[in-house]
């Protein structure tokens, strides 16, 4: 039985055994119950590590639509966890802490999007995958910053539009496919305070290195970026391209999988407003820092927190989910190159 007070903390705060193997633990942990370990590039390293998958949000929809797990187990934030209680509501999903929220999900909430788009008929919801199930419900197409613009390109020119909650993807995929989509005012907070100044500060000391930019970054640092594309192909494009050295402008976790690829390379996190130091990495999701290998424990060896999602509501966010799905299986994304 989970303890009241796991409950109010949101994870099992049960302490770990003294002098335990962690990692063979959990692996242990998920052979015997059938379990799959699912982790977003921005979690830590250690997390990475231990993950039967590791991807951006586009690949871990994908693959948790197409696991035989009994279980799945999603290293990241809530709406993740969402994401793939819809694609399988048959099974156990299980996250690691319940506290892991995500503030541009947070930035837009149900209920005003239903209003907004009362406001404005005709038009379709083109709605981010860092939406809650409720808002993907009443949304005709989620999708990722991998496959935005192809999706969007799916529809007629001149089909009406309504893209949330990032208004900064949002302006973006105008810029590169010329709509005039009405774009929800909502961000995320860690790319949308990294530092311009200080971004070009390092580019002056590292004069070859090339500047890797989020799409959900501030249209300022977008326009001094050598390539805008998702924590997936931002990776690609590390990997692929002959410079050594890269300013990545995205949540630092993403550096973990880079380096591991290209350990002859320089990786160099762009660093945020609030910070004295232009070379700092601290320009992190608190959010996706929750998770961590004790937590990873405790949650598979008690399978609690887990993540229920209203019936309707699963059937409902489906539909959009699936759309993107097939478009995505269909064409290959393109990634956009300055």
């Not at 805008?228 to 990545?248: D, H, M, P, Q, R």
């Amino acid at each position: 039985m989970i303890k009241e007070s796991w409950k109010q903390k949101g994870f099992v705060d049960e302490p770990i055994p003294e002098g335990i193997d962690l990692a063979a633990e959990i692996r242990k942990m998920c052979k015997e119950k059938n379990a799959v370990i699912l982790a977003h590039y921005y979690t830590d390293g250690a997390v990475q590590d231990i993950a039967d998958f590791v991807g951006d949000s586009l690949a871990l929809a994908q693959w948790s639509a197409k696991t035989d797990a009994d279980i799945i187990v999603m290293c990241g934030v809530h709406f993740m966890g969402e994401t793939n209680k819809i694609l399988c509501p048959d099974k156990k999903v299980l996250v690691l802490d319940l506290n892991a929220g995500c503030s541009l999900a947070d930035s837009c909430n149900a209920a005003d999007l239903k209003k907004f788009v009362d406001e404005h008929p005709g038009y379709k919801v083109v709605s981010y995958v860092n939406t809650t199930a409720a808002v993907k419900a009443l949304t005709d197409v989620v999708v990722t910053s991998s496959n935005a613009k192809l999706v969007i390109d799916s529809f007629p020119q001149d089909e009406k539009l309504i893209f949330g909650p990032d208004k900064n993807l949002g302006g973006y995929i105008n810029s590169v496919t010329g709509r005039n989509m009405l774009l929800w005012n909502g961000g995320c907070h860690v790319h949308g305070q990294f530092s311009l100044a200080k971004i070009l500060a390092i580019k002056a000391e590292h004069p070859n290195a090339k500047i890797l930019v989020h799409p959900e970054c501030p249209a300022p640092i977008q326009k001094i970026a050598d390539v805008i594309g998702s924590t997936a192909g931002l990776l690609k494009y590390s990997i692929e391209n002959e410079a050594t050295e890269f300013i990545v402008a995205t949540e630092s976790g993403i550096l973990h999988e880079m380096q591991k690829a290209c350990p002859q390379k320089t990786f160099i996190p762009a660093p945020p407003e609030t910070t004295e130091s232009i070379g700092c990495s601290c320009n992190e999701c608190a959010y996706m820092k929750l998770n961590t290998l004790e937590k990873l424990y405790n949650t598979l060896r008690y399978e609690w927190p887990t993540i229920e999602v209203d019936p309707d509501i699963q059937q409902k966010a489906l539909r959009p989910i699936d759309r993107m799905l097939e478009i995505s299986k269909a064409l290959k994304s393109p990634m956009a190159n300055k």
